[in-house]
């Protein structure tokens, strides 16, 4: 059953809101560094560039309703802390890929965590309401 009842802590706004934008610096920022790290590093060219960073954007914008779904089911808690230990997983398989199928394979699971971090907070954000007594 999805729970609708608004919540009432301000702390949850001013949790939700800075976390939203250092997560959408930190998907943004990594962009050129993967590029850098495929060319010279990996000797990819220019179209597996391409493949990578378009099926990892794909995979963040592309996948929203899915992920929305399982943290539905969920909660936000247990979606977020999920989401957060998947892109940490990510990060973690991107360090060690030296190979572009390895590569490709851990730039794109964002969809999950993205899914559940992103429908998550800005589920939790939009049932944020101040206090009447204040």
Not at 113 to 120: A, D, Q, S, V, Y
């Amino acid at each position: 059953m999805i729970d609708t009842t608004p919540l009432r802590s301000p702390v949850s706004v001013s949790l939700l809101l800075p976390t939203q934008l250092i997560f959408n610096i930190g998907f943004y920022a990594v962009v050129p560094f993967l590029a850098l790290v495929m060319t010279d590093d990996l000797g990819l060219g220019a179209a597996a560039v391409g493949i990578v960073l378009g099926a990892r954007t794909f995979s963040q914008q592309g996948m929203f309703l899915l992920g929305g779904i399982i943290a539905d089911y969920w909660g936000p808690r247990r979606s977020i802390l999920t989401g957060c230990l998947i892109r940490a997983l990510g990060y973690f398989g991107l360090a060690l890929s030296e190979e572009f199928w390895p590569f490709l394979l851990s730039a794109c699971p964002d969809w999950y965590r993205w899914g559940l971090l992103l429908t998550r907070r800005r589920r939790a954000l939009g049932r944020t309401r101040p206090d009447p007594e204040e």
